[in-house]
């Protein structure tokens, strides 16, 4: 039995001390995010204010992030192409999407089949600002002023004309809401792009014209049409003289958000880390010098706040598209 005893506590103690002398185990730890590239989707076209602005800000991000930061253009369907595939793709912090107000606080109301819920399928990661737009008329229309010119559409016989670059676009809603707010009888016109929309209205074709304020900006200087209005919070920097619609009795600000997004479910350090090198980004001088050129007005706000934000566009946007009945041919 001792014998027994004596050999069976000898193999134990070998045993014990080949585990002694094995290596301990070692657990694979993910790299620190970011180890690797990240990609900006953007779901508008090259050359555009947005590609402009966001490819102007990727020097700095990417010093901030110590990795590359790659933009991919993928335009069409008023964002939505691009957009899902953001929303598609890995929620790691990897695939972000240059966001707007056409494309997640309008499109997904106004197609008949909407690609994706923008409250569901995306997090909002970090605002960039507003783009404020202009309500004008030719400089040879007699109404002088925004009051004047809403009393001529309400003693016109026939409804006077507003054109938009497009139905469904963030112009024509927001002169829809406009309309909603001040009972304004105007009929819409649309138009493939402000350039035409520009064409019409230099022709006097139509009434008047609401396009992002960089677009009247040199016919403004030209002496070609007059502003009547902008849809901000307070008056432009840039515009002292022209008043904003809330001094009308109008509370209408709503001036086309723009912001970055990610895929639902993306970590809450990762959108952190990239809410501060964004923001940052932002006050660098030729990031701010590409912003005042587009008469941009930049919004800093944290994730939880931005995302509160999103939501409540979201919500706004739809109810005037729903009051309107504003929908596309997809």
């Known amino acids: 039995?001792?014998?027994?005893?004596n050999r069976r506590s000898a193999m134990f103690a070998l045993g014990a001390a080949a585990c002694a002398a094995a290596p301990l185990?070692?657990?694979?730890?993910?790299?620190?995010?970011?180890?690797?590239?990240?990609?900006?989707?953007?779901?508008?076209?090259?050359?555009?204010?947005?590609?402009?602005?966001?490819?102007?800000?990727t020097a700095s991000l990417a010093q901030r992030l110590g990795q590359p930061v790659i933009v991919e253009n993928r335009p069409g369907a008023i964002g939505t192409i691009g957009s899902l595939a953001a929303a598609n793709s890995a929620a790691d912090g990897y695939t972000l999407v240059y966001g707007t107000a056409d494309s997640h606080s309008i499109a997904p109301h106004i197609l008949k089949v909407?690609?994706?819920?923008?409250?569901?399928?995306?997090?909002?990661?970090?605002?960039?600002?507003?783009?404020?737009?202009?309500?004008?008329?030719?400089?040879?229309?007699?109404?002088?002023?925004?009051?004047?010119?809403?009393?001529m559409a309400k003693d016109a016989k026939a409804p006077m004309?507003?054109?938009?670059?497009?139905?469904?676009?963030?112009?024509?809603?927001?002169?829809?809401?406009?309309?909603?707010?001040?009972?304004l009888d105007l009929l819409h016109v649309p138009y493939n792009g402000t350039a035409p929309l520009m064409q019409a209205q230099l022709a006097s074709q139509i009434d008047c014209a609401i396009v992002p304020v960089?677009?009247?900006?040199?016919?403004?200087?030209?002496?070609?049409?007059?502003?009547l209005a902008v849809t901000a919070r307070e008056r432009l920097t840039g515009f002292p003289d022209t008043p904003i619609l809330k001094e009308f009795g109008v509370e209408l600000d709503m001036g086309p958000w723009l912001g970055f997004l990610a895929p639902a479910g993306t970590p809450i350090d990762v959108v952190n880390k990239l809410n501060g090198a964004i923001t940052a980004s932002l006050q660098e001088p030729q990031v701010a010098e590409v912003m005042k050129k587009m008469t941009m007005v930049i919004e800093q706000m944290s994730p939880n706040a931005y995302q509160q934000f999103y939501n409540s566009e979201y919500d706004r946007w739809g109810s005037y598209i729903k009051t309107a009945k504003v929908t596309v041919d997809q």
């Open 25 to 57: 185990p070692t657990w694979a730890q993910a790299p620190a995010y970011p180890s690797r590239p990240v990609k900006i989707i953007m779901p508008w076209a090259a050359g555009g204010g947005g590609d402009v602005l966001v490819r102007a800000m």
């Open 161 to 183: 004309t507003f054109g938009s670059w497009g139905q469904g676009s963030s112009g024509q809603i927001v002169m829809e809401a406009l309309k909603q707010k001040t009972k």
């Open 1 to 5: 039995m001792t014998h027994s005893l």
């Open 114 to 151: 909407p690609p994706y819920d923008s409250k569901k399928a995306f997090v909002a990661v970090a605002p960039i600002g507003f783009t404020p737009l202009a309500l004008m008329v030719h400089a040879s229309h007699p109404a002088r002023s925004f009051s004047q010119f809403m009393q």
């Open 214 to 227: 960089l677009v009247a900006d040199q016919h403004v200087k030209a002496g070609t049409v007059r502003i």
